[in-house]
């Protein structure tokens, strides 16, 4: 955790025509400590200035040069970082430090603050345990919550808790959620649709307005809240059958946003949350103390990260089932579920796009494991490469099996016929069904 050490001046504001003082953010604050926790939620900022008048703080990226273009004005209260690391003391400067033409940063008076900075990520894999394996936001199983093997990636597990038993994972921790922006994404998987309410993901700090943080399904659909102005979403969710879900939280339009497998599902205005302790939990909420409202199924692959994803980000998360360059070794999965990869006989060589993997002999292959949803009715998908063969009569670009020895049932998702044509196949119930493309040249990238 992070936190800054900042020199505080009083009637003093930012003012030039130069890019490098010029706000990068401007947000609403109630007094000047909501003005420096807005500074230490953004991983850029390095300066601030609070205007008491109008309750605004303007937050600024760089520091080094910025005395230098200071002017005086009444009710301004200027921050300015006074260390690299972000390990949080104020310390307000003494009269002798300011005078008509300047000021000089050389003593303090004794008053000092602590704040803690609110940055850094965190995801729970839930791969037979409930830690945090970006950050120490470690979780502990409530009643005994066990795992289904194997997880949304195909691979490790998933977190599977009983309602009827009051399963969850709590994360005694405090996470700060106030005054900043953030996005909570996860996989779920519900066993039953029975009740009116399932937590999945919250932070309870009081039963009062923007004072309980709680991301749940609530009547069939997502429903996004700080408590008094929720959002609820408008697409009806079913039970056995996996979703990906976001929620997302932008500080400085104060909107929220719910997005269902990766695809926008409601939007709205939202004040601020401002719940200054509780745990986080996984797998229930409780807005109201002793009511609370437990999953019943299973959850994978939830993260924190303390900004607003973009909504291509998100896409990516929900529907990039994997990705895989071939720019780095060991091969890897680059995608947000990183699947399992298995290679035999490849050589690296230059690509269309950086780095490629040539296919030797009939030994080498590029084996991927863990496509959960695919093959699952209704689901679509798409597969997308760049290839540049040098022969292509008879041959497999894309293979799927059922097993990773290949001995299970199987389909070419693409290849070479015997005279060179490309060709797709998909399967529709009980046969399959295929596109014949054209001949594709020889040793040219397509």
Known sequence: MRSMKMSIMADWKFSCANTTCIPFMTVGAANVRRCQMACLAQDLCQAASFQQSTSMCQLFVNSPNQQGNLVANAGTITMISKSETRTTTMMFPSETCMNTTGFTLATYMPYTTTTSANNGSSLWSFDNNTLDSRSDYNGVGINSPTYKTPGINGHGSAL???????????????????????????????TELTSSAYGLFGQYYDTATDQSLHC??????????????????????????????????NYLTSTRTIYLNGILDTSGSSSYYQGVSGSIVIGKTEENPGIPYYFAGYIDEVSVVMREKQPNEILDDATLVTWNSFDNLPYSDSGSLNLNVKVSNLTSVSGRVNEAVRFSSNLSYYQMNGFVLLGISNY??????????????????????????????????????????IIVTGWHSTSNVQIVGPILPANVWT
């Open 216 to 249: 749940k399904i609530y009547n069939d659909a997502m429903y996004f809240g700080f408590w008094g102005d929720d959002l609820q979403g408008s697409t009806a969710v079913q039970a056995n059958t996996w979703y990906h879900a976001a929620f997302v939280f």
């Open 160 to 190: 599977s808790v009983d309602a009827s038993i009051g399963q969850y994972v709590s994360v005694s921790k405090y996470r700060n959620f106030t005054y900043t922006s953030f996005t909570i994404e996860m996989w779920f998987y519900l």
């Open 380 to 421: 679509s998908y798409s597969i997308a490469l760049w290839t540049r063969p040098s022969s292509t009569r008879g041959s497999v670009l894309v293979h799927l099996s059922t097993t990773t020895d290949g001995n299970g049932w199987c389909v070419d998702l693409m290849g070479f016929s015997s005279s060179g044509q």
